[in-house]
């Protein structure tokens, strides 16, 4: 059970600081790069989000198809659709499962019988597997986060 433990923090950790990485960028250029009609949803400074499609995008300004339009100074984030990875999730479902199933396996195995810790790897990675289909699988990714005005 203590072997188990020890790999719940620092997976947890690792979770949480790879979402804080992905994008979290105050550069505006990244944003001009935005392809004409990306779905994208816009966050503006009085905490409104708009989504839409990408019309056009100057040094000063953001537009979108459904006639919402922004200046630069007035946008707190720009995000972008991101495509689904169900297969992804469940195969990241499944080896954590399989992990997990192994790790309990062998901590309730008795000596010599190593087909539990078998049983308990596929057992478990069949759950993860379907508990990763089951994720959503879409989403926004933050591309653009304006930095925060202290003074």
């Known amino acids: 059970m203590m072997k188990i433990r020890v790999w719940i923090l620092p997976v947890v950790l690792c979770a949480l600081f790879a979402q804080q990485a992905l994008a979290q960028s105050d550069d505006w250029g990244v944003v001009e790069q935005l392809k004409q009609g990306q779905p994208v949803k816009v966050t503006t ?18 537009q979108l198809e459904n006639n919402f ?16 990875h169900r297969g992804r999730n469940a195969a990241i479902g499944a080896v954590i499962g399989a992990g997990a199933g192994a790790g309990i396996g062998a901590s309730l195995h008795s000596y010599g019988e190593n087909k539990v810790i078998g ?3 596929a057992g478990f990675a069949c759950v993860g597997l379907l508990i990763g289909l089951a994720v959503p699988s879409h989403g926004y990714h933050e591309v653009y986060r304006r930095k925060e005005q202290t003074e």
Do not use: C, E, P, Y
């Open 119 to 121: 049983i308990g790897a």
């Open 45 to 62: 400074l009085n905490g409104k989000s708009h989504d839409g499609a990408v019309q056009s995008v100057t040094d000063h300004s953001i």
């Open 69 to 84: 339009s922004a200046d630069r100074q007035d946008v707190r984030r720009v995000q972008i659709r991101s495509g689904g």
